[in-house]
């Protein structure tokens, strides 16, 4: 037991016989239970994934199984190597293992966590891809950019913090370098928020035709500063995102959503002042079977004729109706084959369409004669 003792404390370059034994035994522990650890804890998570009804923990389990691996055997040459003798003198080999340990634990921590967000970037596209969904699909590269770039930036500030340097420094500056730059693009800020209302709320999606006050046209592109609309000129339009986020938007394709797919046609038919009441009262009977019968006219939607006003050169019918497509040629034909409906209905009836007219009244005077003339010289 004593030779044992003795040949443990024999020495090479510095490492004991008892020091080469215990490093070579924790690489091999390592290297051996590496895979069955890991093994065993995947399929133990796997067996948890299988009792949910969602993909994403599968592919969680399939993102941190190399950085587990990885991370188990960089730990364990870690260990390995601070078991064997480091020198402090001439260089501090000792804190430099240290460093380099902990650095690379903290790399492996920043790979799990970017493949983590791998995983939250394909959930993400996923739900984007819904139209049902809140998220647009505009915004998903941008959430998921963020994640990786927060990762990447903390974790270079905690390397930093653990090799030494001080980052409250940095911290700071970089705050005031941040407030300087956010007054000096205040705007750009403003309309990268506005676009992100936009893809929340979805008021318009690419080829929507929308209108507001000072715009019009249908959407071709929504970008993070502006949105390019193609107006009815064939010109291009970018209007700024903090614009569109504070106006009034009018979404003219809204119309096709389900359930409506209709377009109102509101207009008034001025008949001649020769009508008589008669067939005014006749007149609006027939306009409205005309809407009632006439197949491209929507019969779940308000339609409305009557009678309503005295007009400067005509009696008015106000008509009022929807036409069962959105579509601007259908609309279009629905409402000229109404009108042209009208016409004949009126000429039958012997009724004539106003125009714009003015009646003269001429009141005949007396003759009288001048004064001058009944007297005689």
Same mark, same amino acid.
């Given at each position: ?52 009804? =969602? @993909? ?12 587990? @691996? ?17 020198? =402090? ?137 502006? =949105? ?64 009632? =019968? ?68 001429? @009141? ?14």
């Amino acid at each position: 037991m004593s030779d044992l003792s003795e040949f443990s404390k024999v020495s090479f370059f510095g490492i004991s016989v008892y020091q080469a034994l215990l490093s070579f035994l924790i690489l091999f522990l390592t290297m051996t239970m590496r895979r069955l650890i890991i093994g065993s804890f995947i399929r133990m998570l796997e067996r948890y994934a299988e009792k949910s009804k =969602t @993909e994403w923990d599968n592919s969680v389990i399939q993102a941190i199984r190399p950085p587990l @691996e990885v991370l188990i055997l960089a730990y364990g040459i870690w260990l390995a190597v601070k078991i064997l003798p480091q020198p =402090t003198e001439p260089v501090d080999i000792k804190h430099f293992v240290n460093v380099i340990g902990e650095v690379l634990i903290l790399l492996l921590g920043a790979w799990l966590l970017l493949r983590l967000v791998d995983v939250a970037d394909k959930i993400i596209k996923q739900k984007a891809a819904d139209p049902k969904h809140w998220l647009d699909i505009s915004i998903a590269p941008l959430i998921t950019a963020s994640l990786r770039i927060l990762v990447v930036i903390t974790s270079l500030i905690v390397i930093a913090q653990n090799l030494g340097y001080s980052v409250s420094g940095l911290v700071a500056s970089l705050g005031l370098g941040g407030a300087a730059i956010a007054l000096a693009s205040k705007d750009t800020l403003s309309n990268l928020f506005g676009s992100m209302m936009i893809m929340v709320d979805k008021p318009f999606k690419v080829g929507d035709w929308i209108k507001g006050a000072d715009f019009e046209g249908v959407v071709e592109e929504i970008g993070f500063r502006s =949105t390019r609309i193609r107006t009815f000129g064939k010109t291009v339009e970018n209007i700024p995102n903090n614009m569109i986020a504070n106006v009034k938007v009018e979404n003219m394709d809204r119309r096709k959503d389900k359930g409506y797919n209709v377009r109102r046609i509101k207009m008034t038919v001025g008949v001649s002042y020769s009508a008589t009441a008669d067939q005014m009262e006749k007149a609006v009977e027939s306009l409205r079977e005309i809407l009632k =019968t006439d197949p491209g006219v929507d019969q779940r939607m308000t339609t409305l004729v009557y009678f309503t006003d005295f007009g400067a050169s005509s009696l008015d019918i106000f008509l009022y109706f929807f036409s069962n497509s959105a579509v601007w040629a259908e609309y279009l034909e629905v409402r000229q084959r109404v009108n042209l409906k009208i016409m004949k209905k009126l000429e039958v009836m012997g009724l004539s369409i106003a125009f714009p007219s003015r009646s003269v009244y001429i @009141e005949s005077m007396p003759d009288n004669k001048s004064s001058g003339s009944s007297q005689d010289g």
